[in-house]
């Protein structure tokens, strides 16, 4: 494999896991506080990390710490998640800072999409079993890759990836002319 497509293969897979990780701790740590400001009793979610979690975090996957970091005491959003992970691959991924153009070029490929897609399937479908009792981060990362080997869900991936490479064409709109 030419060093180019395996530096681009290393990247789908680093990111995915930066996902993965950001969906782990908003699975885990979610928190509901009062809002102050509302009189109609809103409850707003955040990320709630405690000390101990940021502790076994930082001795067990230190790559990630920067990404707990910044999300660990914010509310829990889309756009806080997107800008968190979006951040952490272009400032901290492997150790050093990410070009944005190949992050880009990562979430917009087909084989990420797919990862993706076979990721948040995954989640889906185990949600019960990841809620019934607290699961490490590398639980979850080993049990996803056990589930990814699995035939049925090859030929998932096989007919994701073929489908993102051969999108169905969307008819032109007709005219109203």
Not at 15 to 20: F, P, R, S, T, Y
Not at 52 to 75: D, F, Q, S, V, W
Not at 84 to 113: E, I, T, Y
């Amino acid at each position: 494999m030419p060093k180019e497509q395996e530096q681009f293969q290393q990247a789908v897979v680093s990111i995915l896991e930066a996902v993965m990780f950001e969906n782990w701790l908003r699975f885990y740590f979610i928190a509901e506080k009062a809002d102050a400001d509302d009189v109609d009793g809103e409850h707003t979610l955040y990320l709630a990390v405690p000390d101990k979690a940021m502790t076994r975090i930082r001795e067990e996957y230190a790559h990630l710490l920067p990404l707990a970091e910044e999300l660990n005491g914010k509310t829990a959003s889309f756009e806080n998640s997107q800008q968190a992970v979006c951040n952490f691959v272009v400032q901290h991924l492997d150790g050093k800072a990410m070009p944005r153009q190949m992050a880009d070029m990562v979430f917009d490929s087909s084989s990420f999409q797919t990862r993706m897609q076979l990721f948040n399937a995954w989640v889906q479908m185990h949600e019960a079993q990841l809620e019934q009792t607290f699961m490490d981060f590398g639980q979850w990362r080993s049990l996803f890759a056990q589930w990814c080997e699995t035939d049925k869900v090859k030929d998932l991936a096989t007919r994701l990836a073929a489908a993102a490479m051969h999108p169905v064409a969307t008819p032109a709109p007709e005219s109203t002319h």
